[in-house]
């Protein structure tokens, strides 16, 4: 079966085409990562000590992480993919993102070890990030800048492994630019935005200890 994805010569023995629609695939994403957001919003705003900006940034880590586990997680421990008959929305998910970037079809080495490592380093600290921030707990800051510095580290060797292999994996300027930029921009913003007022909140706390300090002395 011949597949969509460039580079045309790209073998993928065994190739099942997407039997679900795009419009449905990204439907169900963006309902499902809705609710996660709306749970996590909703139960937040229970306890009138978390700030909206905390309440955010609950609904972001709870998204990122549920991601990172099991839309990462799979295509990381799911090497045929591409070979799915059956119609699961996980393996048909990717196959429609290699339109953006065929390197997942292809497994390419680098992606299948950032996301790898993405899934299993990264995801069950992002839901303990969630668990941080509820609680007031003290080591919050440090691990989300932490984890934004994971993030950002991983989405820019994502990019720039494309760039030094010529950039040519899309099958069209749409799904460039939808698939390939647009839905990893995310990755560089909220990030850095978050590793930016962690630094920051650290910062201060160890200069108002450090005065605390010489007041004493």
Same mark, same amino acid.
């Given at each position: 079966?011949?597949?969509?994805?460039?580079?045309?010569?790209? /073998?993928?023995?065994?190739?099942?085409?997407?039997?679900?629609?795009?419009?449905?695939?990204?439907?169900?994403? *963006?309902? +499902?990562?809705?609710?996660?957001?709306?749970?996590?919003?909703?139960?937040?705003?229970?306890?009138?000590?978390? +700030?909206?900006?905390?309440?955010?940034?609950?609904?972001?880590?709870?998204?990122?992480?549920?991601?990172?586990?099991?839309?990462?997680?799979?295509?990381?421990?799911?090497?045929?993919? &591409?070979?799915?008959?059956?119609?699961?929305?996980?393996?048909?998910?990717?196959?429609?993102?290699?339109? *953006?970037?065929?390197?997942?079809?292809?497994?390419?080495?680098?992606?299948?070890?950032?996301?790898?490592?993405?899934?299993?380093?990264? *995801?069950?600290?992002?839901?303990?990030?969630?668990?941080?921030?509820? $609680?007031?707990?003290?080591?919050?800051?440090?691990? #989300?800048?932490?984890?934004?510095?994971? #993030?950002?580290?991983?989405?820019?060797?994502?990019?720039?492994?494309?760039?030094?292999?010529?950039?040519?994996?899309?099958? +069209?300027?749409? &799904? &460039? &630019?939808?698939?390939?930029?647009? %839905?990893? +921009?995310?990755?560089?913003?909220?990030?850095?935005?978050? %590793?930016?007022?962690?630094? $920051?909140?650290?910062?201060?706390?160890? #200069?108002? /200890?450090? /005065?605390?300090?010489?007041?004493?002395?």
């Amino acid at each position: 079966m011949e597949h969509p994805y460039v580079p045309r010569d790209l /073998q993928l023995p065994g190739y099942v085409p997407v039997s679900l629609s795009e419009s449905t695939i990204l439907t169900v994403y *963006g309902l +499902s990562s809705l609710l996660v957001v709306s749970l996590v919003w909703f139960l937040s705003g229970r306890s009138r000590n978390i +700030s909206k900006l905390d309440r955010l940034l609950m609904c972001w880590w709870a998204f990122t992480g549920l991601t990172h586990l099991i839309l990462e997680g799979y295509f990381a421990f799911s090497p045929e993919f &591409y070979k799915d008959k059956t119609g699961f929305y996980l393996a048909e998910v990717w196959k429609e993102y290699s339109k *953006g970037d065929s390197r997942y079809a292809g497994r390419d080495s680098a992606i299948v070890a950032v996301e790898g490592m993405t899934s299993v380093l990264e *995801g069950p600290p992002c839901l303990l990030a969630v668990y941080a921030i509820a $609680k007031g707990k003290g080591y919050s800051y440090i691990l #989300q800048f932490a984890i934004s510095l994971g #993030q950002l580290y991983g989405t820019f060797v994502y990019f720039i492994t494309a760039y030094l292999e010529g950039d040519n994996f899309s099958a +069209s300027p749409f &799904y &460039y &630019y939808a698939y390939y930029v647009l %839905a990893n +921009s995310f990755w560089l913003l909220i990030p850095s935005l978050i %590793a930016i007022r962690c630094w $920051k909140k650290i910062s201060s706390a160890v #200069q108002s /200890q450090s /005065q605390k300090k010489n007041k004493i002395r």
